[in-house]
């Protein structure tokens, strides 16, 4: 596959409506949806719950966070692309942080608000509608910021590091938990993958090398990396009744934007399988 990025061909406007129309039946019907987790289930070493595989990433970024709290009064957290806020109630009832949530969708927004709310946290959480490469004056300096299966949505990986690297602080930390393209990926693979792309509205699909490359620029350290494609439980029984409806619709007459989730999702599973596309937790920081 070509190693050159993907033009962006998904702005802020299609990224919004997009999560503005989907996000009520993730919450409903998704896997994680009770959890309020939009994002994959990790069944890391020891996991053996399902809710604990959907907070897998959050406390690998817990575990992070104890270290940075002996070095600061109180951490500041932002969540870039923070869904429903779960993420952020999760961290915050185990640390006394603050934090800041930043979502395009006010669906989303509406969500986190009554999430913090209920959880009690509305004095130290916030979420706002705001975009991740334009981020808002007044949020305090992050000592960690991440971004859980948001930054592929992103315009340009360039203003993404940029904006990072106004937020957080020296020596702060960066996380980004999201799909990376491999470079060993055939041609034949680019047809799936655009699949993936234009279901899942994604713009930025790098591989490691170039995830690491524009956080350098940015003057970001890239500290580690974890593969987290072993640990996806792929191929469940509600992913082969997905793929059996995506290939059904193909003979009806449905509009493709009413399950372009589902297709997206679909051509995912059939990357991840087959090795053209991994899921990585990258770990960097702010020199």
Known sequence: MDSRPEPTEFGATDVRHYYDKHTDHFVTHGPGGHL?????AVWGQG????????????DQILGRLRDLDAATDRLHVV????GVGASLCYLA????MTGTGLTLSPVQVSHATKRIRDAGLQDRLRCLEADYC??????KTADLAYAIESFVHGPDPSRFFAACAGLVRDGGLLVICDDVRRQTAPLSASRMVEQFRRGWHIN?????????TCAADAGFEHLDTENLTPHL???RPRDRFAAAFVTLCRWLPLRYTRFEHLVGGT??????????IGYELAWFRKQ
């Open 267 to 276: 051509a995912l599973q059939t990357c991840l399988k087959r090795g053209w």
């Open 47 to 58: 996991v053996t719950a399902s809710a604990d595989a959907f907070r897998y990433v959050e």
């Open 93 to 96: 009832t185990r640390l006394p």
């Open 204 to 212: 930025t699909l790098l591989s490691a090398e170039e995830l690491r």
């Open 36 to 40: 309020g987790a939009l994002h994959r």
């Open 79 to 82: 969540d870039l692309g923070c």
């Open 233 to 235: 439980r792929l191929g």
């Open 134 to 139: 334009d981020i808002p004056d007044d949020i």
